[in-house]
C-alpha cells in the first residue's frame, strides 16, 4: 500500500473529509489530494508530525519505514511476486535509463489522474 493510499484508507476510516484533514494538519485541502493520489514524492517534515498525530499513526508509517512496518513491506512485495505481468514490467523498467524511467513515472502519473 503507497503512502497515499495509507492517508486516504485512514482518513475514511476516520470519518473526516479532505478539508478536515487539510485544516488539522495546517495545509490546504490541494496538499491532501496530492498526498493521497502520490503526486508528492516526499511529504514535508513540518507536516508529517501533524498528519500522523491527526491520523494517529506512526509517523514511520508515514515514510514507508521498512524497519517499522515489515509485514505491509511483506504483503506489497508478495502482491508483486504473485503477478508474472507486475514482475516482468518490474524489470523492463529497471532495464530502462534513468531518463526512460522517469518518463514511464510521470506517464503512469498522469494516468492516474485520468479517472
Known amino acids: 500500500m503507497s503512502v497515499g493510499d495509507l492517508i486516504k484508507k485512514t482518513r475514511l476510516e476516520k470519518g473526516m473529509t479532505q478539508e478536515e484533514l487539510a485544516e488539522k494538519v495546517g495545509v490546504k485541502k490541494s496538499a491532501v489530494a496530492k498526498w493521497e493520489n502520490n503526486r508528492v514524492s516526499e511529504i514535508k517534515r513540518s507536516n508529517l ?3 500522523s498525530q491527526a491520523l494517529s499513526l506512526n509517523p514511520n508509517q508515514l515514510l514507508g519505514d521498512i524497519e517499522h512496518d515489515p509485514v505491509a513491506v511483506a504483503n ?3 502482491d508483486i511476486y ?3 505481468e507486475l514482475r516482468s514490467m518490474i524489470g523492463i523498467y529497471k532495464s530502462l535509463s534513468n531518463d526512460k524511467q522517469a ?3 510521470e506517464y503512469v502519473y498522469f494516468l492516474s489522474q485520468q479517472g
Do not use: S
Open 82 to 84: 504473485i503477478d508474472p
Open 49 to 51: 508530525l501533524r498528519l
Open 103 to 105: 518518463q514511464v513515472r
Open 76 to 78: 506489497e512485495l508478495a
